[in-house]
């Protein structure tokens, strides 16, 4: 027998006794065989003929109705332990059960028929599946493999240790997140999904698309159109609000600076003709005193009206060639504004 | 050849190293596709989708301890993009694997491995009558033999649940092959 043999008739013997004669046999293959040994080291509780390895107390009680015996208690009490033999029976099968759950595994599988069998096929499926990690598919397979792959280019060795934007590339979710992040990017430069509600009509939908940009465009138009006006604008207050007020300021501040020096001739006459009175009265000269007395008032009519007469100047009038205007307008200026002096474009334009 | 230097002269883009590469892990890449679609002709199929998709990510295969997981890894990608297509567009007919003959007459096919042994075929026909659940993890655990950190990376769940999962699926396996013989679970 060898060992194909071996576990064909193990196989088929699942879950029934196994015979004086084939036990013999079983043994004598498996005696030279350490893992055909193991196989059946799971079959031995009943291929053995031998008593079981625990003595019944009595010997007056049968095994039959020892073994009835105990099922009727575990029924009553815990309930049957196969349920966990079959949680420790993969790791007896790996070899990986620790002494204490192995000898507890033993008496029950030597009593168990159903959880045997279960660790016997673990033990053959341990063997088997690996087996199956390997179907080779027909010859043609290679050829269609390499015929597939030979017009491409050669193994992509660079892409992986390529540049970053590379790998990026090449990373397995690039199209969804760049898929993503478009359709993210359009939502918030359109305004939502708007024209996905309501009339879902091709020619509003493509009216609600196109008139933000419409939008945008005529947004850009009108701040144009108000840069260029409020570049005119300034131009025009600068040349008909600033300078005209500035060429005022220098007329006036001309005018002042006259007025201050005939005013000043004015009052220094008065002193004067004061002082000598005074000096000619303190000292009884009252004749004297009588004269600049009339002196001084005949001097302050004349003083008057030499500064009535340089007030007919009109202060706004330009002196410096920068400040000379038209004649009209300074005369339609001066009819606009004859007391404050402002122009008539401030004017209009307040 | 060693695997690390396979792959090397594969990245220089060598095509005799590319064919001993396509040689040496077909039928893992085939089993692997068989195992997660059950049928043989989209099975073949699908195993050129992973050559392709390996021959144009081979830069991003960092050692070659990691090359078999990896490309499982890519194979149950394809399996599962492959599985969602299915469900939304179900398919007519299926080729069961035994069928695989037809498609390959001239020479001894996949059909004639797998029939090697019945007792394979009894364990892929457990399989295939298992949930998807357990299916997948006796396929990662058991078959492709994928340590517990790889499967629970791959799946995204924690090393303790493969572990639970991967004792339930073999317990249900063992039922599943008994019944076939037919026993009682």
Same mark, same amino acid.
């Given at each position: 027998?060898?060992?194909?043999?071996?576990?064909?008739?193990?196989?088929?013997?699942?879950?029934?006794?196994?015979?004086?004669?084939?036990?013999?046999?079983?043994?004598?293959?498996?005696?030279?065989?350490?893992?055909?040994?193991?196989?059946?080291?799971?079959?031995?509780?009943?291929?053995?003929?031998?008593?079981?390895?625990?003595?019944?107390?009595?010997?007056?009680?049968?095994? $039959?109705?020892?073994? *009835? %015996?105990? +099922? !009727?208690? =575990? &029924?009553?009490?815990?309930? #049957?332990?196969?349920?966990?033999? @079959?949680?420790?029976?993969?790791?007896?099968?790996? $070899?990986?059960?620790? *002494? %204490?759950? +192995? !000898?507890? =595994? &033993?008496?029950?599988?030597? #009593?168990?028929?159903?959880?045997? @069998?279960?660790?016997?096929?673990?033990?053959?499926? $341990?063997?088997?599946?690996?087996?199956?990690? !390997?179907?080779?598919?027909?010859?043609?397979?290679?050829?269609?493999?390499?015929?597939?792959?030979?017009?491409?280019?050669?193994?992509?060795?660079?892409?992986?240790?390529?540049?970053?934007?590379?790998?990026?590339?090449?990373?397995?979710?690039?199209?969804?997140?760049?898929?993503?992040?478009?359709?993210?990017?359009?939502?918030?430069?359109?305004?939502?999904?708007?024209?996905?509600?309501?009339?879902?009509?091709?020619?509003?939908?493509?009216?609600?698309?196109?008139?933000?940009?419409?939008?945008?465009?005529?947004?850009?138009?009108?701040?144009?159109?108000?840069?260029?006006?409020?570049?005119?604008?300034?131009?025009?207050?600068?040349?008909?609000?600033?300078?005209?007020?500035?060429?005022?300021?220098?007329?006036?501040?001309?005018?002042?600076?006259?007025?201050?020096?005939?005013?000043?001739?004015?009052?220094?006459?008065?002193?004067?003709?004061?002082?000598?009175?005074?000096?000619?009265?303190?000292?009884?000269?009252?004749?004297?005193?009588?004269?600049?007395?009339?002196?001084?008032?005949?001097?302050?009519?004349?003083?008057?009206?030499?500064?009535?007469?340089?007030?007919?100047?009109?202060?706004?009038?330009?002196?410096?060639?920068?400040?000379?205007?038209?004649?009209?307008?300074?005369?339609?200026?001066?009819?606009?504004?004859?007391?404050?002096?402002?122009?008539?474009?401030?004017?209009?334009?307040? | 050849?060693?695997?690390?230097?396979?792959?090397?002269?594969?990245?220089?883009?060598?095509?005799?190293?590319?064919?001993?590469?396509?040689?040496?892990?077909?039928?893992?890449?085939?089993?692997?596709?068989?195992?997660?679609?059950?049928?043989?002709?989209?099975?073949?199929?699908?195993?050129?989708?992973?050559?392709?998709?390996?021959?144009?990510?081979?830069?991003?295969?960092?050692?070659?301890?990691?090359?078999?997981?990896?490309?499982?890894?890519?194979?149950?990608?394809?399996?599962?993009?492959?599985?969602?297509?299915?469900?939304?567009?179900?398919?007519?007919?299926?080729?069961?694997?035994?069928?695989?003959?037809?498609?390959?007459?001239?020479?001894?096919?996949?059909?004639?491995?797998?029939?090697?042994?019945?007792?394979?075929?009894?364990?892929?026909?457990?399989?295939?009558?298992?949930?998807?659940?357990?299916?997948?993890?006796?396929?990662?655990?058991?078959?492709?033999?994928?340590?517990?950190?790889?499967?629970?990376?791959?799946?995204?769940?924690?090393?303790?649940?493969?572990?639970?999962?991967?004792?339930?699926?073999?317990?249900?396996?063992?039922?599943?092959?008994?019944?076939?013989?037919?026993?009682?679970?």
């Amino acid at each position: 027998m060898n060992c194909r043999e071996f576990a064909d008739r193990l196989d088929r013997l699942l879950g029934d006794a196994v015979t004086a004669d084939e036990a013999r046999r079983l043994r004598e293959h498996a005696a030279g065989c350490p893992r055909c040994e193991r196989l059946l080291a799971l079959f031995e509780p009943a291929a053995d003929t031998c008593p079981p390895p625990m003595s019944p107390p009595s010997a007056a009680l049968p095994h $039959g109705t020892r073994e *009835a %015996l105990t +099922r !009727e208690i =575990l &029924a009553r009490t815990s309930g #049957t332990a196969c349920q966990r033999a @079959a949680e420790l029976l993969p790791d007896h099968a790996d $070899g990986a059960l620790g *002494a %204490l759950d +192995r !000898e507890l =595994l &033993a008496a029950h599988l030597s #009593t168990c028929r159903s959880c045997r @069998a279960r660790a016997l096929l673990l033990a053959r499926l $341990g063997e088997i599946l690996p087996q199956l990690a !390997e179907i080779e598919p027909d010859r043609a397979f290679a050829a269609e493999v390499l015929a597939r792959t030979s017009h491409r280019t050669a193994p992509a060795a660079g892409v992986a240790r390529g540049s970053w934007w590379q790998r990026l590339l090449y990373r397995p979710r690039f199209a969804l997140e760049v898929a993503f992040c478009g359709a993210l990017l359009l939502t918030l430069v359109t305004g939502g999904a708007g024209p996905l509600v309501g009339d879902p009509s091709p020619g509003r939908i493509a009216a609600r698309w196109s008139s933000p940009i419409e939008d945008a465009h005529r947004i850009w138009r009108q701040g144009a159109s108000v840069a260029e006006r409020a570049g005119a604008l300034g131009d025009a207050a600068r040349r008909d609000v600033f300078e005209p007020v500035a060429e005022h300021a220098r007329g006036v501040r001309g005018w002042a600076a006259d007025a201050t020096r005939r005013a000043g001739n004015v009052l220094r006459t008065l002193h004067t003709h004061a002082q000598r009175a005074e000096t000619a009265a303190s000292k009884g000269e009252w004749a004297t005193a009588w004269v600049v007395w009339h002196e001084l008032r005949a001097a302050l009519p004349r003083a008057w009206q030499q500064t009535a007469t340089d007030e007919t100047t009109d202060p706004t009038e330009p002196e410096t060639p920068a400040m000379r205007l038209a004649p009209e307008q300074t005369e339609s200026r001066r009819r606009a504004a004859p007391r404050t002096g402002f122009p008539d474009r401030m004017q209009s334009d307040r | 050849m060693d695997l690390e230097t396979l792959i090397e002269r594969c990245r220089t883009g060598d095509p005799l190293a590319w064919e001993m590469l396509v040689r040496r892990y077909q039928g893992r890449a085939f089993g692997l596709a068989y195992h997660y679609l059950g049928n043989a002709e989209e099975a073949r199929d699908l195993a050129q989708e992973i050559f392709v998709r390996i021959y144009e990510r081979l830069a991003s295969c960092t050692s070659a301890e990691t090359f078999v997981p990896w490309m499982i890894r890519i194979g149950r990608n394809l399996c599962i993009d492959r599985l969602r297509r299915r469900r939304a567009r179900p398919q007519a007919v299926t080729t069961p694997v035994e069928e695989m003959v037809d498609l390959a007459a001239d020479a001894p096919g996949p059909a004639t491995d797998l029939e090697r042994g019945a007792r394979r075929d009894l364990v892929q026909r457990a399989i295939a009558r298992l949930s998807d659940v357990n299916r997948e993890v006796i396929l990662l655990k058991e078959i492709e033999g994928l340590t517990l950190q790889e499967i629970a990376e791959m799946l995204g769940v924690p090393i303790g649940t493969v572990k639970s999962r991967s004792n339930r699926a073999r317990i249900a396996l063992a039922d599943e092959v008994r019944l076939l013989l037919g026993g009682s679970a």
